[in-house]
């Protein structure tokens, strides 16, 4: 891909085969201005070889794109995305001010340790925010009353079959959504594990 599509909104690659290196491709398009910076969406689900490598691959590069300040809408699901993949998620988000919908389902492969460290993100972000210089964005953990926190926007958030989240998890997921005020769609519809079970009985 070379050179600039400057009205583009919405880039859906679902289910084509993208692996780690596929998305280094893309994100070096990016980088030479492919999309501009304009991009609203970027949904990549079903690229289920991306695996950890690739999602950190995308989510490094995407923070540095011209449009990271105007992406609404990003879909990762089923793309084999583990605890280090969802971990660069929660780094990049709040690189991310105009995200509102994060859609993350069936990622079976997230276990407690990746949820735990997007929902701590999440209320981290609730005091921070994003500001744009020119081309690039910066995180600002200042609390300027300037910049906007990323949870401003968030508004759906899908993670259902992600059966490894467990009560760590969920627990730090919910404290970390307490935070979005304009959240309206929250679809986790994860099974129960043991020890939740055990301990909403022992309560």
């Not at 490598?53 to 995305?81: D, I, K, P, R, Y």
């Not at 276990?111 to 744009?132: N, P």
């Not at 600002?140 to 992600?162: I, K, T, V, Y």
């Amino acid at each position: 891909l070379s050179g600039t599509i400057f009205h583009l909104k919405k880039l859906d690659l679902t289910s084509c085969g993208l692996g780690p290196q596929g998305i280094g491709a893309l994100i070096g398009a990016f980088g030479r201005g492919f999309g501009g910076p304009n991009l609203q969406a970027l949904v990549l689900a079903h690229n289920y070889r991306l695996g950890d490598e690739g999602v950190a691959t995308l989510m490094q590069g995407v923070v540095g794109c011209a449009f990271a300040s105007q992406l609404e809408e990003l879909g990762l699901g089923n793309t084999s995305c583990g605890d280090t993949g969802m971990e660069a998620i929660a780094k990049s988000l709040c690189l991310l001010p105009g995200l509102s919908r994060l859609a993350l389902e069936c990622n079976t492969e997230v276990r407690e340790r990746g949820w735990a460290a997007l929902g701590e993100a999440l209320h981290r972000c609730a005091s921070c925010g994003a500001k744009t210089h020119g081309l690039s964005t910066a995180c600002a953990c200042s609390g300027d009353a300037e910049f906007r926190s990323p949870l401003a926007c968030l508004r759906h958030l899908f993670a259902q079959g992600c059966t490894g989240m467990g009560c760590v998890g969920v627990e730090k997921l919910y404290v970390g959504l307490t935070k979005a005020p304009a959240l309206e769609d929250l679809v986790p519809s994860c099974p129960p594990t043991h020890e939740h079970v055990q301990r909403t009985r022992a309560r």
